[in-house]
């Protein structure tokens, strides 16, 4: 009797034992029957396309489908779709049915950057710096002039990162990152153009002028100014009337009339 119940219990051990062994030489040996690729954010943003990341997922070597899914490298996988600037997030996995799913997140782009010694970039709410490809050019505050890029930058490392010093587009970040939760600002202020003393220009959509703004600093207090003399001067003497409108000087505004 003891034995026959030491048996009972053998039985539940040895499934436990054996069924995931058993399973994993079974799933191993299923084919692979399809790959999914999800893009994130692809109806607002088009940084990579399908056909893009399914190149990547193939690589050079044979093809994937039908191959056993013990045979595919995922990791490997994942650190090619992940070499691709635009994504934040990659990841690769397969599914029960022998599915492999790529699923990628696309950045969030603040700013587009055009620095006066060449280059045209996009810099994303994480502060990444990504080259601007020919597929998609999404309407963004344009920011231009004397501003470095460091091979720091390229390599992808954020302009938040402390190892990243002395960058102006530390303190242009932060400003566009406020005009942008700004319904008027976001929509008034087209350009932003940093000069060779590392001050500011803005350039409006509304309104033949240039608004020079100098440092950032107090750069919400001048534009406060800036908002009070919209509203109560350029009505009356009309927004085409000056050419430069200077916030430099703490608590002064000073125009140049157009000639």
């Not at 001050?199 to 509304?206: K, T």
Request: with cysteine.
């Amino acid at each position: 009797m003891i034995r026959f119940v030491k048996i009972l219990l053998l039985i539940p051990l040895l499934y436990i034992i054996i069924m995931p062994v058993w399973l994993s030489s079974w799933y191993g040996s299923k084919p692979c029957s399809g790959i999914s690729i999800s893009i994130c954010d692809s109806s607002e943003y088009h940084f990579v396309t399908r056909r893009q990341l399914l190149n990547l997922v193939r690589g050079t070597g044979s093809g994937l489908l039908g191959r056993p899914v013990k045979n595919l490298d995922l990791d490997e996988i994942e650190s090619r779709v992940s070499e691709l600037r635009e994504l934040k997030v990659a990841e690769v996995y397969l599914t029960i049915d022998g599915i492999l799913n790529v699923f990628v997140d696309q950045r969030d782009p603040l700013m587009r950057v055009i620095p006066d010694n060449g280059g045209d970039f996009f810099l994303d709410n994480e502060g990444v710096l990504v080259k601007r490809g020919n597929l998609y050019t999404p309407r963004l505050h344009v920011v231009g002039g004397d501003i470095t890029i460091s091979q720091a930058m390229l390599n992808g490392v954020s302009i938040m990162d402390t190892s990243i010093r002395n960058t102006i587009l530390r303190d242009v970040y932060h400003f566009v990152k406020y005009i942008s939760g700004n319904e008027f600002w976001s929509a008034q202020i087209d350009q932003i153009y940093v000069d060779n003393r590392s001050e500011i220009d803005l350039i409006p959509r509304v309104g033949n002028h240039q608004i020079h703004l100098g440092t950032f600093e107090n750069y919400e207090g001048k534009l406060k100014n800036l908002s009070a003399f919209y509203e109560k001067v350029l009505p009356q003497v009309g927004w085409n009337k000056y050419s430069v409108i200077n916030l430099e000087f703490r608590d002064q505004i000073v125009c140049k009339r157009r000639q």
